[in-house]
């Protein structure tokens, strides 16, 4: 589908133009700073939302689709285009930056630059994100992949805390060598398709190049690692835990919520439609990879006593279920693993938010300075449980579906996998309950007699998260009607079909 209206761009510009507005404001003026990158981010949600209402669901095709030509001399173009799997991530990224910039409305002061700095940097960060996920050209999504390292970068490093200098280089190395992986990867497919008809870095005109399994299982390497550090899958894992823990809250909210998505997103997008396969080859290692990366991270994060890198850890073991949603290469499993990233992202931001608040009053992100909260800020409380409960999976809560569709779906083909991957359900009610337990119930720990509860601006930035945790737990069908038939389409593609029972009950191919 081709739109009269350039929907993508403009996404992609408006958070530039605030940017730019804002760096013409006075250092002086913060308050008009926040206001305009608020305001920014208001009008790109709301246009991303048109956008989406446009979106016919039962099209396969990319929709919204553009292309100009860029560098005609290596056969790069400007390209963008979204299917369903793309738009509900584009959904996510624009719906979680409103929220950020209003939850952390002062976190901004007290860093290494200017508060209107902080926001240029977030709104360029954003721009980023709806390039990332809308790139039909792999080098146009490279240049993404690789840019939107720049802002984070100094997000962490200019506005964290603690060792944030250490966390942000950490973050920056083991991204820029995955990066390098998915270049040389990149320059290779394009050396190919040129000894085969023409220089192009189309993601559709690659997916059709005629590979040896030998060439097309380095090239899945290079995209594969270079997604696996992003996601984050153990183990290219232990960058993560420092960052979120040095980063503020709203970088780390966007960190986990959306920019970790690009690495299953890309494992989606590129290394199953492009090196079909390679997939096929290398999916049982990479199951072996999730699954340990389930149950590492669920044990790890019980052992945790600081909130910050609590929360890393269970993303660690999220994004194991994420990927082996992906590589069970069943239509559920895809499904799930897609409506995944999307619920994660609410779930692990609205986490983020109410531990940030908690830690912002106590001065401490430590577990055991907490205690008794229930009686003291109720509705911080009540925030904080319900976040927690939907990371676990409770039924009713928008995790629960996604979790259960990737558990059914990857049974289907691989039930090992799916049985180890369960038990990493029941670990996940350790890693919730015990710091709820210690953090909200039981007496009241010295120092926290007088922490005062929300504030209304506080009320308003987690009340859409929470409505939109409640609303998916109890009818996924909106996401799920966008996402079912891209997540078919995209197991076709790879040369897959769902199994299905035969009459002696053995599972088909």
């Given at each position: 589908m081709t739109s009269n209206v350039s929907w993508l761009t403009t996404l992609g510009l408006l958070p530039l133009l605030g940017a730019l507005f804002i760096a013409a404001l006075s250092k002086r003026n913060e308050l008009a700073a926040k206001r305009v990158a608020f305001g920014t981010t208001l009008v790109v949600a709301a246009a991303a939302i048109a956008m989406a209402m446009q979106f016919q669901r039962d099209n396969v095709d990319l929709q919204f689709v553009e292309t100009y030509s860029w560098i005609p001399s290596f056969g790069i173009n400007y390209a963008v285009g979204v299917d369903g799997i793309a738009l509900v991530l584009i959904l996510l990224s624009v719906l979680?930056?409103?929220?950020?910039?209003?939850?952390?409305?002062?976190?901004?002061?007290?860093?290494?630059?200017?508060?209107?700095?902080?926001?240029?940097?977030?709104?360029?960060?954003?721009?980023?994100?709806?390039?990332?996920?809308?790139?039909?050209?792999?080098?146009?999504?490279?240049?993404?992949?690789?840019?939107?390292?720049?802002?984070?970068?100094?997000?962490?490093?200019?506005?964290?805390?603690?060792?944030?200098?250490?966390a942000a280089v950490k973050f920056l190395l083991y991204s820029l060598f995955g990066g390098l992986l998915m270049l040389a990867s990149i320059i290779a497919l394009y050396v190919l398709s040129g000894e085969q008809g023409g220089h192009t870095f189309d993601t559709t005109a690659l997916s059709h190049l005629q590979m040896s399994s030998t060439t097309q299982n380095f090239l899945f390497l290079g995209f594969f690692i270079a997604f696996a550090i992003k996601a984050p899958l153990w183990p290219f894992h232990t960058w993560l835990p420092d960052a979120a823990q040095s980063a503020t809250t709203g970088t780390s909210v966007l960190l986990l919520g959306v920019l970790d998505k690009v690495g299953t997103f890309g494992m989606i997008r590129y290394c199953l439609t492009l090196f079909p396969d390679a997939t096929k080859t290398f999916t049982p290692v990479i199951l072996v990879l999730a699954v340990i990366s389930i149950i590492y991270g669920a044990f790890l994060a019980i052992g945790q006593t600081d909130f910050k890198r609590l929360i890393a850890f269970t993303s660690i073991s999220h994004f194991g279920f994420i990927t082996m949603g992906i590589f069970a290469m069943t239509s559920q499993g895809h499904s799930g693993a897609t409506l995944y990233m999307f619920n994660h992202g609410?779930?692990?931001?609205?986490?983020?938010?109410?531990?940030?608040?908690?830690?912002?009053?106590?001065?401490?992100?430590?577990?055991?300075?907490?205690?008794?909260?229930?009686?003291?800020?109720?509705?911080m409380a009540w925030a904080f449980f319900i976040a927690g409960m939907s990371s676990l999976a409770l039924p009713g809560l928008s995790s629960f579906v996604s979790e259960f569709l990737v558990l059914i779906g990857t049974y289907t083909r691989y039930p090992v996998a799916a049985v180890i991957g369960t038990f990493g359900v029941v670990l996940a009610a350790l890693y919730v309950l015990i710091p709820v337990q210690r953090a909200l119930h039981g007496p009241i720990t010295p120092g926290n007699e007088s922490l005062p509860d929300l504030n209304l601006r506080e009320k308003i930035a987690i009340a859409p998260v929470l409505a939109v945790i409640v609303a998916l737990g109890f009818y996924p069908s909106p996401l799920l009607n966008v996402i079912n038939p891209a997540a078919a389409h995209t197991i076709a593609q790879a040369g897959f079909t769902d199994p299905l029972p035969s009459i002696d009950g053995k599972a088909g191919k």
């Open positions: 979680l930056a409103p929220i950020v910039v209003l939850a952390g409305w002062n976190e901004s002061s007290g860093g290494r630059w200017s508060v209107k700095t902080f926001y240029i940097l977030l709104l360029v960060l954003e721009t980023m994100m709806i390039g990332v996920f809308s790139a039909t050209d792999v080098f146009l999504f490279y240049v993404f992949f690789e840019a939107m390292l720049v802002p984070v970068y100094f997000l962490i490093g200019g506005y964290g805390t603690g060792e944030r200098s250490a609410f779930s692990t931001g609205a986490l983020f938010l109410v531990a940030g608040w908690m830690i912002s009053r106590r001065g401490s992100s430590k577990i055991a300075d907490f205690g008794g909260l229930q009686r003291v800020t109720p509705v």
